[in-house]
């Protein structure tokens, strides 16, 4: 039973352009959420997608956008790119109730020059 | 505001050797908190989600207490191993319910474990 998987594992991108992070979830999980977390701090979040809707999102600017497909899985996109959007993007999966355990994925870690 | 503050932020010991990592909170309404352990270059693992009515929750060596009137929780290893070093992120939930959204992550302790 593959767990969360996150393509691809790293990515080097330019200030000012675009990029677009993919995140498949664990089998059976129908809520995906991503986070940022920079170096030596906790992840920080982002949104989650539920019905392919996006339900909550954190405190980010519109250049952080998603959707979620029929099959559960995700992309974050993240446009005019800024040095401050080094970091590692986790995505997480879970069932749709409020105790369920967040299953991450091994993120992407993504470099802005 | 809701926070999670933990303690310390990293800390060194010996293989073998018990620690005890600290999480304060000042979330509401409380609804969990969650232990994770996160492997560099690797995502956060779930060690725990205790809710407020336990006190006292353990896997395998790792053994979380959560006291909810003094909004502490703390993570104790027991007879460390090279294994256990990693960074361990103290979540609390502030609302029942579907959202994950309200799930707020402290910085995490990093502990290195020495041979």
């Known amino acids: 039973d593959a767990g969360v998987t996150q393509s691809p594992t790293h990515l080097i991108k330019t200030r000012g352009q675009q990029v677009t992070l993919r995140c498949s979830p664990k089998s059976g999980h129908d809520t995906v959420s991503w986070y940022q977390q920079a170096l030596g701090q906790g992840p920080q979040f982002i949104f989650q997608y539920y019905e392919e809707e996006e339900r909550q999102r954190g405190n980010f600017p519109d250049r952080f956008s998603g959707h979620q497909f029929p099959n559960y899985s995700s992309e974050l996109n993240v446009n005019a790119l800024l040095l401050g959007d080094s970091a590692l993007y986790l995505c997480?999966?879970?069932?749709?109730?409020?105790?369920?355990?967040?299953?991450f994925g091994n993120g992407t870690r993504l470099t802005v020059t | 505001k809701n926070q999670v503050e933990q303690s310390p932020q990293s800390l060194i010991i010996l293989e073998g050797k018990n620690c005890t990592l600290q999480c304060n909170y000042t979330v509401s309404p409380f609804s969990n908190l969650r232990w994770y352990k996160q492997d560099t270059g690797r995502g956060p693992v779930s060690l725990t989600i205790?809710?407020?009515?336990?006190n006292t929750k353990s896997n395998g060596r790792y053994t979380a207490t959560l006291d909810a009137d003094t909004k502490q929780s703390s993570l104790h290893i027991t007879a460390s191993q090279l294994s256990d070093s990693a960074s361990y992120i103290c979540?609390?939930?502030?609302?029942?319910?579907?959202?994950?959204?309200?799930?707020?992550f402290g910085k995490g302790t990093k502990l290195s474990v020495k041979p």
């Open positions: 997480a999966s879970s069932l749709e109730v409020g105790n369920s355990p967040l299953h």
């Open positions: 205790m809710t407020f009515s336990e």
């Open positions: 979540v609390v939930s502030a609302r029942n319910g579907g959202s994950q959204g309200n799930l707020i």
